[in-house]
């Protein structure tokens, strides 16, 4: 299990994508993150996908070996 920071510094080295920590928005367990929707949709869906992405390989570490 990561902890937010950990999600959030993996995020930005793996996939170039930037997101917060929930702890920023009060949000007290974790691990939640926070995106901007602030944004062209297209540059949003494509950072969620690296998200999920992200996610994936987390969970499933030796896929695609």
């Known amino acids: 299990t990561r902890t937010e920071e ?7 080295r793996e996939e ?6 929930g702890y920023f928005f009060d949000m007290h367990s974790e691990a ?20 999920v992405e992200l996610v994936q390989r987390a969970e499933h570490p030796t896929a695609g070996c």
């Open 6 to 12: 950990a999600w959030v510094l993996a995020l930005l």
């Open 32 to 51: 939640f993150l926070v995106v901007s929707l602030i944004m062209p949709p297209d540059d949003f869906r494509d950072g969620i996908r690296r998200l």
């Open 16 to 21: 170039s994508v930037i997101a917060q920590a």
